[in-house]
């Protein structure tokens, strides 16, 4: 001992000298600094005291000597996935990690996949919490091993056993010491060794104030800037307590003071302390040492449990003084980051280790009270609590078991409960209506202790010992205590005269009965496992019930009731006029045991050692039946004055989530009574408390309501309320499916269930689970019995999958099944009549027949054959018989119908099942075959059905009454032939069918034929129909299309043109006739043709910026004042892309529409400050037709070219004497512009030599309308406001340039959409875009026409430069850094800027091919240079075609000509290959781009998908199909461009390595690769961590589904700005990645997120679905998710097409609360 004390104070000085030197040195801590410093000064030490050698060699010896444990206990992570076996967790709250799953048999199993909140650990290996497979292969027990327990010091040297001791003793003595250490100048056996005094002001956490008034206190307090504001709130946030200032004591306490009062006005203020530095030191290194402790303890099994024996070893102070409950008791004083180390520490400690998991179990549940109490006025949530500990211990079942009977825990949990609920009125009963806010809030937390109460009792006894017993109705009397006080709460009584001035407080007695509804049904299930207990419990319930009752009867004169010859007395008592409680637990728990008694062996044999003498049935239907009552006035409209709290009641009540511990046990109860009682007796205390006794006692009273003077609200409401009363006793009598009721097993109960919920329409898993009552496993028993009753039907791209109900289980339909709501049962009503109509089967809904009850409720079924009851529905018959003078109703009478079928059923199975020695005593027929007795001699019930069948008004009847008398014969037949009790005889003749009858069933069959003939037409014309559209399909669609599309006579009038050869560019362009093109204003409905001098004509249409095609997502942007969009980058890194719905308006009308909208969305903006789907400051409006998003239009324009192709083929250049005129033509422009510099300088006019024919002064004439004109501009303006993000300018050279690049972008991904989807290049496309493409390029085509001239040439010149150099233009991009289609776009639509210049006769479509066989040329030996080919990998054929010998000579000239720097190949078959794959794109972009343009049609091969595409491709474009011909034809100047592009400096770094090159062809961008399994990615979001705030876990993960980017979006902590606002990681996203337009994963919800821009957003559902064919939106499921690779596909093509943000704006017009989202701060 004295050596140990010697340790200790080496130790202690030891820390008293370095700790406050290592840690808290300033104002900012330096983790990284001190874990470093505080390991090799503090730690090391220790370390090699406690291994005696080196630890580097220490620890892993020890590892190696040790047997580990078999248990896994894993700590989760917040946010990391568990899983749950529904077959074989003992409890829901026994959980796998991923890897332990992933190794166990439960994968195969039904399983259950969530998030983890953080706090709980892996259950794998512990035999208490699977039924089976505990073990996942890498916790598994060798097969030598046992079991048992064995002490693990044993594999412990001596002497290292002794230093553990030691050093464990001091240092958690040491931490504990300090973390509860409240003085605030001296430390805990430790010198002060700072001289200087220093302190800290620490803000500490609470869950009362928000971020944002956090962080503007700190701003205001410490004088901060908003992002350290931000950073020290976080930090409180996540670890508890963050220092915010650290100086002085006056200094640190100024601050304090300013928080204090900054925060204390509405609530309590934020708690601060100005705490000593060194203390705050010694609390660093306190915690740093847990945590050391925890991973020592790691390496061996013996170390864990020495641990564990000084944490429990009892003080000097005796009861509660070791460590741990030391620490356990300070709990709440704690802030959060301390707890979650100390709590972690007793997770890999004393949960570990079976023999101390049992004493500290112990421990828990002596400081339970104390702990609960603690937590109750602590505010931190309940995760952080130490008191959430419980459900790693009550759910063990030994435990659980063993603290019931040794710590009485089930009653201390339950007394603590009732501690916390002191506020009762006069009765005793809780009372909730004058709840404070601190109140309303503690209550919200004691709630936790009934979730206790439910680990306890989880898992059921298997044996029940004395003591067990006594222990366990201890606890069911301390749970009575609790419902007593639950009895009769919050009673009401009903409003008359005025409506009630507030809505009382109904939700906390409702959330409470909710809570402790599993808890009731457990307590229930505990009861049914042992006889003893059972009738105890009853007892005990009983004596409750009665004490409730007390004063029941007290200074009531009884009254007397008789009818039909029978008595009864009762008390009197109206629900309408007196108190009435809906809660009533006790009379309902009664009820449940009762059916118990009823199941057991007792009940049959010795029923007479029941305590049932001791009830007094009309005392127990009492309060259930007033509850019913109640409903049926409330129905009946008579509590209208009650407002909503009372309606909120009724439907709780009867809701899934109560109805099981609510309303199903009043109808047991009143089932019950009436098994007992006389049930005329019965029926006429129903009658009285339904306020109906007087109708029907007194003969004759229906009269009344003849009269006029008669109330009709009075008579509306009594058939409201008789319609109710006969409802309740078809379910009296009717339900009977509760095992101990009926006799049936809980399967019969949960497929009856399913088979009603499907009798209204097909249903989802999900819905079904929803309307199904959960047990305390979450399970509903479904899956047992779906199979039995329905099938399943897949969902398709859209939807979800559906259980059927099967046709055969329809007979069990029953029309008034008590869990149907009102619109329910309407709705099934409907639904089974249709289905019966559909089968051609008559449509009554008849009973189904019953199981029959147990014997405990056998004698029920006579309250069918009661008189009074007889009484009754005789009454109600007579009604509808003399229907003219009565008030009644067809539902009173469908009512009565149903009862009469029932006891029908009932008499015909009571025949069918008659055995020799039982008289059957249920003679219904024999009873309503009677006449009625004088005075009255009204007929018998047959006698009047028998009239009813024919009564006009009653046709929807008609078919019941024939059941019910057809049945009634067949009974009658039965008792005949059975010789039993003759049925006596019946008056009329029913036997036969009555020659009216007849004559009917004769017409109605012919009606049958004639109505079979026309269906049989009908399908035949379906079925033509249908083979039409699947033989048409496509033209189909495309007609559906183009019916919504207005663009008319645009197809419609194609000229007829012959199989000769189409070619779409260049002299021998085939000449298309002109036709009118006439369409149609979605405005003004007016049709106008588009010409050039007309009105304009516009397609809505939206421009957005592009990253679809990006091969280069990091590229920084250009400042957009600056930068230079002529020659478009091949990676294509951002583009501008034009869409449209294609709906066409007249220019003027859309002006004006906008106009109405841009007024229409200010003056709402002012008055309501909301944002709308569309930014109309951005000018964006919706489609006024189709609501699509747009931004601006495109003109519509007739074909552009025409107006300016001289169409001459006489003597055209070839390509060499057209560059040559051409350059000359530039050279002179150069000259001229120069020279308007100059002006004066008439010498270099001299020199000019201005080509033949070429005349630059001449301006050429714009040929449109004013009205185009205006619209080219406007269109014009804005792809170069969206495409470069700038302010609008219409004179911007860049104008015309961003024209044209839209023009080849919107191409280009229409080119990759058709090829990914394997589509033919033409006809395929949806009108939509073909409309769009059309305007768009000769919108571009046109443009020139309205930009400036000179510009327009300086253009040209610029990109002609770039392939044909000049002495002007330097500094051009090499050819590896060109994307040759959108050069060749820019070039031909630049060009007529020149050529209408040029009078010499060379035609523009001859200029148009030689600008395209030049840019081909320089793409292919692009693609020649950039060409990755390897020689190997593919079987090459020797053919040695002409392609190929000549693809090789270019590839070895291009070898020459780059100094042979290129890599050598020597297979021609390969380069072709190569070659053709590469330039594919560019020729299928080109073959639209020229049709667009120039309007020739495609050829037919080329518009289905076939071999020698390529070919085809050549010819429609002019081309040789031997590329390289191009080459040879134009050999001499050729060589000069390839030798000037070849030795550029760039291509000589691409090809020494220095740099890199797109190569061709461009793969297509996808969206990235999802894993199957659904839980990869919760796996992979959950160890991804904030990359801000260094390494913790993100709150809400998000996966880029663009980029594959994990991200930390909706957090304060990743906010960044951008453009002057404040957004989130996902907005700042996707101005990287896609350039505004974001599409991503939120993986913890399973939520897809589309953004757009800062406002727009909106959440898509998720392309993973469960078995059931489901999402889980939010993964509240847990059902284990697939990847629905259709699903993804659809969401990919969404991102392809551009239309993200369409889709937003669909849905946000759809649902306007998406508007109101803050989409910028994900
Ligand atoms: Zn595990
Ligand atoms: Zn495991
Ligand atoms: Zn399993
Ligand atoms: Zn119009
Ligand atoms: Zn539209
Ligand atoms: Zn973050
Ligand atoms: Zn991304």
């Known amino acids: 001992a004295d050596i140990a004390n010697d340790l200790q104070k080496e130790v202690y000085q030891h820390l008293a000298y370095y700790v406050p030197k290592i840690y808290c040195r300033g104002p900012n801590p330096a983790p990284q600094r001190e874990d470093m410093l505080a390991q090799h000064v503090l730690l090391g030490p220790m370390e090699w005291y406690l291994c005696g050698e080196d630890p580097a060699f220490g620890f892993p010896k020890l590892e190696q000597a040790n047997k580990p444990s078999h248990l896994c206990g894993r700590v989760f992570k917040v946010g990391e996935p568990t899983y749950s076996c529904r077959d074989c967790a003992v409890d829901p709250t026994c959980v796998l990690c991923m890897e332990c799953f992933l190794g166990s048999i439960h994968r195969e199993h039904r399983y259950r996949m969530t998030t983890s909140g953080g706090g709980g650990f892996c259950d794998c290996g512990d035999t208490e919490a699977w039924k089976e497979g505990p073990y996942c292969q890498k916790h598994e027990l060798n097969t030598s091993e046992t079991p048992e327990e064995e002490d693990p010091l044993v594999h412990l040297p001596e002497d290292m056993v002794a230093r ?22 001296e430390l805990p056996g430790l010198e002060m060794i700072e001289k200087s005094d220093t302190y800290y002001c620490m803000l500490f956490n609470d869950e009362v104030h928000t971020y944002e008034q956090v962080i503007y206190t700190l701003q205001k307090a410490v004088n901060c800037t908003q992002k350290e504001a931000i950073g020290f709130a976080t930090t409180v946030d996540r670890d508890g307590r963050r220092s915010v200032r650290y100086g002085d004591f006056q200094y640190c306490d100024q601050a304090k003071s300013v928080i204090v009062r900054n925060t204390s006005r509405q609530t309590k203020p934020l708690k601060v302390q100005v705490m000593h530095s060194s203390i705050v030191a010694h609390q660093s290194f306190g915690l740093k040492l847990l945590t050391w402790l925890g991973s020592v303890i790691g390496y061996s099994d013996g170390l864990r449990r020495i641990l564990c024996q000084v944490g429990l070893q009892e003080g000097p102070d005796g009861e509660n003084s070791s460590l741990v409950d030391k620490l356990m008791l300070y709990d709440s004083k704690l802030w959060k980051g301390a707890r979650n180390v100390y709590h972690q520490l007793f997770m890999s400690s004393l949960l570990m280790d079976l023999k101390y998991k049992k004493l500290f179990a112990i421990r828990f549940a002596r400081n339970y009270r104390q702990l609960q109490r603690d937590y109750m006025e602590d505010d931190h949530e309940r995760a952080v609590s130490v008191a959430a500990l419980s459900v790693q211990l009550f759910t063990v079942p030994t435990l659980a078991r063993m603290l019931i009977t040794e710590e009485n825990l089930m009653t201390t949990i339950i007394k603590t409960f009732m501690d916390h609920l002191r506020h009762r009125d006069i009765q005793g009963r809780f009372q909730f209506e004058r709840y404070t806010a601190l109140q309303a809030f503690k209550f919200r937390r004691v709630q936790s202790l009934i979730l206790d109460l439910k680990y306890v009792l989880i898992s059921k006894p298997t044996e029940w010992s004395d003591e067990l017993r006594h222990k366990f109705l201890e606890g069911f009397d301390a749970f009575l205590e609790l419902l007593k006080c639950m009895q009769g709460m919050d009673p009401i009584t009903r409003q008359v005269g005025q409506h009630i001035e507030m809505e009382p407080e109904w939700e906390a007695a409702f959330t409470l009965q909710m809570k402790l509804t599993l808890v009731i049904s457990m307590i229930q299930d505990w009861c049914a496992l042992d006889e003893k207990v059972l009738i105890e419990a009853y007892k005990k319930c009983l004596t409750v019930l009665m004490q409730c009752h007390s004063g029941f009867t007290d200074g009531e004169q009884p009254i007397v009731l008789s009818m039909c010859g029978h008595s009864v007395e009762t008390i009197r008592y109206c629900v309408s006029q007196e108190k009435v409680s809906i809660h009533l637990p006790v009379s309902r728990l009664l009820a449940g045991l009762h059916v118990l008694l009823s199941k057991t062996e007792v009940a049959y044999k010795f029923p007479e050692l029941l305590p049932l003498s001791e009830l007094s049935p009309p005392m127990l239907i009492e309060h259930p039946l007033r509850c019913l009552v109640l409903c049926a006035q409330v129905h009946a409209g008579m509590w209208r004055r009650n407002g909503f709290s009372l309606v909120n009641q009724i439907y709780y009540y009867h809701n899934v989530k109560c109805r099981r511990e609510m309303f199903d046990k009043d109808i047991v109860m009143l089932q019950t009574g009436v098994s007992m009682m006389d049930p005329n007796h019965f029926l006429m205390i129903m009658l009285s408390r339904f306020e109906l006794y007087q109708i029907f006692s007194t003969p004759d009273y229906g009269k009344r309501f003849s009269t ?57 898993h999900s819905e079904l689970v929803k309307a199904l009552p959960e047990d305390e496993n979450r399970e509903t028993g479904m899956e047992s019995v779906i199979e039995e009753v329905a099938c399943f039907k897949k969902p398709g791209l859209t939807g979800r999958g559906l259980y059927e109900l099967k046709p055969e289980c329809a007979r069990n339909f029953n029309l008034y099944f008590y869990h149907f709501s009102r619109a329910e049962q309407s709705k099934a009503e409907e639904a089974q009549r249709k289905l019966k109509r559909q089968n051609r089967e008559d449509t009554a809904l008849p009973p189904p027949a019953l199981p029959p009850f147990c014997p405990l409720f056998a004698s029920l079924v006579n309250i069918l054959q009661s008189d009074v009851m007889l009484c009754i529905m005789g009454t109600i018959l007579q009604w509808a018989v003399e229907h003219n003078g009565y008030a009644w109703s067809e539902s009173m009478l469908q009512r009565v119908l149903h009862l009469l079928g029932m006891a029908l059923q009932e008499e015909k199975q009571h025949l069918e099942n008659l055995s020799e020695e039982n008289v059957v005593t249920f003679t219904f027929t024999q009873k309503i075959s009677r006449p009625g007795e004088a005075p009255n001699n009204s007929p018998s019930i047959l006698a009047m059905l028998e009239t009813l069948q024919n009564a006009p008004h009653l046709e929807v009847h008609k078919d019941m009454i024939r059941w019910i008398l057809k049945t009634f014969n067949t009974i009658k037949k039965l008792r005949e032939s059975s010789s039993a009790s003759p049925v006596a005889e019946t008056e009329g003749n029913i036997m036969e069918e009555s020659s009216r009858d007849k004559d009917k069933a004769e017409r109605k069959r012919k009606a049958e034929i004639a109505r079979l003939r026309r269906e049989k037409i009908m399908a035949q014309m379906s079925e033509m129909q249908r083979h039409f559209i699947n033989e048409n399909k496509e033209l189909f669609q495309q007609t559906l299309e183009e019916l919504d599309t207005s663009t008319s006579g645009v197809h419609e009038n194609s000229p007829v043109i012959s199989d000769a050869k189409l070619t779409a560019l260049g002299p021998e362009q085939t000449r298309v006739a002109e036709h009118r093109q006439v369409v149609m204003c979605i405005l003004c409905q007016e049709e106008q043709e588009v010409k050039v001098d007309s009105r304009a004509m516009v397609l809505a249409a939206f421009i957005q910026r592009s990253t679809v095609l990006s091969k280069n997502r990091n590229k920084i942007t250009p400042d957009p004042e600056k930068y230079d969009p002529l020659f478009m980058h091949p990676d294509l890194s951002c583009g501008t892309h034009t869409g449209s719905c294609g709906h066409i308006m007249h220019a003027h009308c859309w002006q004006r529409y906008f106009d109405a909208v841009q007024a229409k969305e200010q003056r709402r903006q002012q008055r309501l400050r909301v944002h709308t789907s569309y930014d109309v400051e951005n000018g964006e409006f919706l489609c006024p037709l189709c609501e699509c998003l747009s931004n601006t239009v495109i003109p519509l324009l007739p074909p552009p070219r025409v107006l300016f192709n001289r169409l001459d083929f006489s003597g055209q250049p070839n390509l060499t004497q057209w560059i040559k005129t051409i350059s000359q033509q530039i050279k002179a422009l150069y000259l001229l512009r120069d020279e308007d510099c100059n002006s004066g300088n008439s010498e270099k006019m001299d020199q000019l030599q201005l080509p033949e024919g070429f005349r630059p002064d001449f301006k050429p004439k714009n040929p449109y309308s004013e009205s185009i004109k205006e619209m080219l501009t406007t269109f014009g303006t804005a792809t170069y406001k969206v495409g470069l993000k700038v302010h609008p300018n219409e004179e911007d050279p860049r104008v015309p340039i961003m024209c044209w690049g839209s023009c080849a972008y919107t191409i280009q991904t229409i080119e990759r959409i058709l090829a990914d989807e394997d589509k033919p290049l033409f006809g395929h496309l949806p009108c939509r875009q073909d409309d769009c493409l059309t305007s768009l390029t000769r919108f571009a085509a046109a443009h020139w026409t309205v930009s400036s001239l000179s510009a327009v040439q300086g253009h040209f010149c610029t990109l002609l430069a770039s392939l044909v150099p000049n002495e002007k233009n330097g500094n051009l991009p090499c050819i590896l850094d060109i994307d040759m289609f959108h050069l060749l776009v820019s070039l031909v639509l630049s060009f007529p800027a020149i050529h209408c210049q040029d009078f010499s006769g060379v035609s523009l479509g001859t200029g148009d091919l030689h600008l395209f066989h030049l840019v081909t040329m320089a793409h292919i030996v692009q693609i020649l240079l950039t060409s990755s080919t390897e020689e190997n990998g593919m079987d090459q054929e020797n053919t040695n075609s002409e392609e190929e010998v000549a693809v090789l000579t270019l590839y070895k000239f291009l070898c020459q000509c780059t100094g042979s720097a290129l890599k050598e190949i020597s297979s021609g078959w390969h380069l072709w290959r190569n070659l053709k794959a590469g330039i594919m794109p560019f020729l299928r972009c080109s073959a639209l781009f020229f049709h667009y343009l120039n309007g020739v049609p495609a050829p037919s091969e080329i518009q289905v998908n076939g071999t020698n595409q390529f070919e085809h491709l050549c010819s429609y474009l002019s081309l040789p199909n031997n590329l390289t011909c191009l080459f040879q034809e134009n050999s001499d100047i050729l060589n000069k461009l390839i030798e000037s592009w070849c030795s550029n400096n760039e291509v000589k770094r691409y090809l020494e390595g220095k740099r890199h090159a797109i190569s061709y062809a461009r793969e297509s961008n996808k969206l990235i690769d999802l894993p199957d399994d659904y839980s990869c990615l919760i796996n992979q979001a959950s160890n991804f961590s904030c990359p801000k705030s260094g390494g913790d876990k993100s709150r809400a993960p998000t996966l880029c589904l663009v980029c594959g980017t994990m991200l930390c979006s909706q957090s304060y902590c990743c906010q960044t700005e951008l453009e002057g606002e404040d957004v989130g990681a996902c907005t700042a996203h996707t101005y990287t990645c896609g350039s505004g337009v974001g599409i991503f994963l939120r993986v913890r919800e399973c939520q897809v997120l589309f953004l757009a821009g800062k406002t727009k957003g909106c959440f898509y559902p998720p392309p993973y679905l469960d078995d059931y064919g489901e999402t889980d939106q939010g993964l509240r499921r847990g059902n284990p998710l697939h990847l629905c690779k259709e699903r993804f596909k659809k969401i990919q093509k ?24 803050d989409w910028q701060h994900l």
């Open 1694 to 1717: 969404l991102w392809q097409q551009h239309s993200i943000t369409e889709e937003i704006g669909h849905a946000q017009e759809a649902n306007q609360t998406l508007v109101g989202i």
């Open 708 to 764: 006029e003077n008669t109330n009709k609200d009075v008579v509306q409401q009594n058939n409201t309320l008789i319609e109710e009363m006969l409802y309740l006793i078809i379910m009296i009598v009717g339900e009977r499916f509760s095992p101990g009721i009926g006799q049936v097993n809980a399967t019969d109960e949960i497929k009856r269930e399913i088979i009603h919920q499907l009798s209204i329409r097909p249903m989802a």
């Open 164 to 185: 553990a001791y030691n050093i464990f003793a001091i240092t958690l003595k040491y931490a504990v010491d300090i973390l509860t250490w409240e003085k605030e100048n």
